[in-house]
C-alpha cells in the first residue's frame, strides 16, 4: 500500500480508507465480532485510516471502531464527525460550541482514546456562525484532544469562507473536505477539489461506488438484491442506469470488476487523497482490497469522460448529499407572488 500527505498536515494515510458507516446493527453489520474482524483484515492489508462518525448506528460504530483498535490505536489516523441528531433534544445536534464540546467527549469515550486525530463537521449548518465552530474546534487541538479538523460536504463558497475567518481570527482552520465522488458524482471537480487543492486541503471522498449503483448489481431493466435501492431514488434514475450501462461493457473490455473500476477512477485524481471503502461483510472488503493495484490508462479515462463529463453530476442528485437552503427551501428563492411581475 502506497501512502499519501493529507494535505499539508504531514500526516500520512493510505489511498484506501476504512469507512466505518455499516458497522452497527441501525443500518449495517450488527455482529460487533465480525465488524472487528473486517476492521483488522483491513489494518493487515495497509490501510491506516478509519472514518467514522457519532451518528453511524447512534454511537455503536464508534464503539465498535474502538474495540477493534485496542493495542493497534498508535498505528491508525483516526477520524470521525459531528453534527448529525443524536437524540431528541434540539441541541444534541449541530455545530454550536455547546454540542461540540459535549458530542466530543462522547466520541472520546466510545473510541477508547484519548485524541481524535481528525475531527470534521459532518454537515455545514447555516444556524451556526462559522467562527463558533471554528473557535470551539481550535479549542479541541490546544487541549490535544483533537490534532487536525476537517469540513464534510462544503460547497467551495464555504470553503473559502471557512478559511478566510480562520485567517483573520487566528484559529484553526479546516485542513481536509470530505465530499462525495464517483464515476456518476463528479460536480466536485468543478469547484471543490481545485478548491481544497488551492488550500492545501488532503479530501476522503465518500460513496465511490455511488451507493452501490457501481458495483453492477444495479442494472437497467432487471430486479436488483441491493437493499438501499428501495430508499434512494438516485438508484432508479434513469440517467444514472444509462450511464451504468455504458460503464458495464467499458470495464469489461479493460478486463476489471465495476468496484474495481470505480475505484481506481476517483483515487486516479490528483485531488483526491483518499476514497472510503464501506464494507458490510468480509467478503465486500477483500473484493475492493483485489483491485489496490488496478491503475486506469489515459484512454480508459477519457471512455469515462465521455459516458459523463467531467464536473457533472448525472441524474437525480445522491439524496445523501448535503443540499443548502436556498435549494431546500422554496420561500429562499420565490419573491412573494404579488412581487414577481416586471411591471
Do not use: C
Amino acid at each position: 500500500m502506497r501512502y499519501r500527505t493529507l494535505g499539508r498536515t504531514g500526516i500520512k494515510v493510505s489511498p484506501y480508507a476504512l469507512g466505518a458507516m455499516m458497522f452497527g446493527a441501525s443500518i449495517g453489520n450488527p455482529d460487533h465480532d465480525d465488524s472487528v474482524r473486517i476492521i483488522h483484515r483491513a489494518l493487515d492489508a495497509g490501510i491506516n485510516f478509519i472514518d467514522t462518525a457519532d451518528a453511524y448506528s447512534r454511537g455503536e460504530s464508534e464503539e465498535i471502531v474502538g474495540k477493534a483498535l485496542e493495542g493497534r490505536r498508535d498505528d491508525v489516523v483516526l477520524a470521525t464527525k459531528v453534527h448529525l441528531p443524536m437524540g431528541d433534544d434540539p441541541n444534541h445536534r449541530g455545530n454550536s460550541r455547546r454540542w461540540i464540546m459535549t458530542a466530543v467527549e462522547n466520541s472520546l469515550r466510545r473510541l477508547r482514546t484519548d485524541h481524535i486525530d481528525l475531527y470534521q463537521i459532518h454537515r455545514p449548518d447555516p444556524d451556526t456562525d462559522i467562527e463558533e465552530t471554528l473557535s470551539a474546534m481550535s479549542d479541541l487541538i490546544h487541549s490535544g484532544k483533537v490534532r487536525v479538523i476537517g469540513s464534510s460536504t462544503m460547497p467551495a463558497s464555504e470553503i473559502v469562507e471557512a478559511q478566510w475567518v480562520a485567517e483573520r481570527r487566528g484559529l484553526a482552520r479546516f485542513r481536509t473536505e470530505q465530499p462525495t465522488y464517483s464515476i456518476l458524482n463528479r460536480g466536485i471537480e468543478a469547484e471543490v477539489l481545485p478548491t481544497a487543492q488551492r488550500y492545501g486541503m488532503g479530501t476522503l471522498v465518500w460513496s465511490p461506488l455511488a451507493k452501490g449503483m457501481l458495483t453492477g448489481r444495479v442494472r437497467k431493466g432487471r430486479q436488483t438484491d441491493l437493499r438501499r435501492a428501495a430508499m434512494f431514488t438516485s438508484l432508479n434514475d434513469e440517467r444514472r442506469l444509462d450511464a451504468v450501462e455504458k460503464l458495464v461493457p467499458l470495464a469489461a473490455e479493460a478486463g476489471l470488476p465495476m468496484t474495481h473500476l470505480a475505484m481506481a477512477f476517483v483515487i486516479a485524481h490528483p485531488g483526491v487523497t483518499s476514497a472510503l471503502l464501506g464494507p458490510r461483510t468480509m467478503a465486500h472488503l477483500d473484493d475492493l482490497l483485489a483491485g489496490v493495484d488496478v491503475t486506469l490508462t489515459d484512454e480508459i479515462l477519457d471512455r469515462i469522460d465521455e459516458i459523463v463529463p467531467p464536473g457533472t453530476d448525472i441524474g437525480a442528485p445522491d439524496q445523501s448529499a448535503y443540499l443548502p437552503p436556498a435549494v431546500q427551501r422554496p420561500a429562499l428563492r420565490r419573491r412573494p407572488a404579488g412581487e414577481r411581475s416586471a411591471a
